[in-house]
């Protein structure tokens, strides 16, 4: 089972790689049109994934980035977050899924399950307005704060031992997977709400790992080729980051192996805080002005 989860992600991770690579060959000089440093793009892309190994949100993290940079659109945000993660996460699966020991239905029951969602996520994102995915994009990043601070402060359950589920506890699970596969594709990371949810069904905290890199490593792709597809995302950060984002990723994987993150998180929630007020602030007060 493991070797066919393995090899299912490079195949379609590959079939993603082989989609942007042609939507890219066609787009060759409108990509080094779009804004972004290049230098700049490549250590981001690199720094970003050699934190979302520890499980720092991605999502949040770029969400400020660019949108502070003014280097991708808030109608192409959701789609360049999908798009630019697609390949360093399926990196990370691959170290993690041979590395931890989880049940494999579990895994596979949970991967397919976020795979659905995220399939018919970008169809209702890209009818959505500018303002629809602001206030998307902005509750998630709240979200992602809440998820973390409550962590630290102990209120989220802190896991058992159990390495899979069954009965209502793994249909559950499926429901909240699916639901997490479509909130990706409107900018809303999925990584806190999996890692509270392994935890509150009381599987080993360890499980969170293969089961979040699993399950995006099948989910995003899906949904990163539909906005390929559709032409919804930026080109220019999706191509360094793909490809600085994995030297990120195995520098994590196997050079610094462990990271205290205990002080880096308390930091990393009040600017997702702030990014967050701020976003969901110009957005309603923009709103309340038309009307």
């Known amino acids: 089972m493991v070797q066919v989860i393995l090899a299912l992600i490079v195949?379609?991770?590959?079939?993603?790689?082989?989609?942007?690579?042609?939507?890219?060959?066609?787009?060759?000089?409108?990509t080094w049109a779009e804004p972004g440093n290049s230098v700049g793009l490549a250590i981001w892309g690199a720094v970003c994934f050699f934190l979302s190994t520890f499980g720092i949100p991605d999502f949040a993290l770029s969400t400020i980035f660019y949108r502070l940079k003014k280097w991708c659109s808030d109608a192409n945000l959701p789609g360049t977050l999908n798009t630019e993660c697609a390949i360093p996460v399926a990196v990370m699966a691959?170290?993690?899924?041979?590395a931890i020991e989880v049940d494999r239905t579990t895994l596979l029951l949970l991967i397919v399950s976020q795979m659905v969602g995220s399939y018919f996520g970008p169809r209702l994102v890209v009818k959505l307005p500018v303002r629809g995915i602001r206030l998307f994009v902005g509750f998630g990043l709240v979200a992602a704060a809440f998820f973390i601070i409550a962590g630290k402060f102990g209120v989220l359950p802190s896991g058992g031992s159990a390495t899979g589920l069954t009965g209502g506890k793994l249909a559950l699970g499926m429901a909240l997977m699916m639901i997490y596969g479509a909130l990706n594709n409107a900018g809303v990371g999925s990584y806190a709400p999996t890692?509270?949810?392994?935890?509150?069904?009381?599987?080993n905290p360890a499980v969170t790992f293969p089961v979040m890199m699993g399950a995006c490593t099948f989910s995003v792709p899906i949904g990163a080729m539909?906005?390929?597809?559709?032409?919804?995302?930026?080109?220019?950060?999706?191509l360094f980051t793909s490809i600085f984002g994995i030297a990120g990723v195995l520098v994590?994987?196997?050079?610094?192996?462990?990271?205290?993150?205990?002080?880096?998180?308390?930091?990393?929630?009040?600017?997702?805080?702030?990014?967050?007020?701020?976003?969901l602030y110009t957005t309603l007060k923009t709103s309340a002005e038309k009307a």
Do not use: P
């Not at 942007?20 to 787009?27: A, E, G, L, P, T």
């Not at 009040?270 to 701020?278: D, F, G, K, N, P």
């Open 226 to 238: 539909e906005f390929v597809r559709l032409g919804r995302y930026s080109r220019k950060i999706t």
């Open 252 to 279: 994590a994987v196997f050079i610094v192996k462990s990271l205290d993150t205990a002080m880096l998180l308390w930091i990393v929630a009040a600017v997702i805080l702030v990014a967050a007020a701020q976003l």
């Open 11 to 30: 195949v379609v991770n590959g079939l993603f790689a082989y989609r942007f690579f042609s939507d890219y060959m066609k787009h060759r000089k409108e």
């Open 195 to 203: 890692m509270a949810t392994i935890y509150a069904l009381g599987l």
């Open 94 to 98: 691959l170290c993690y899924i041979s």
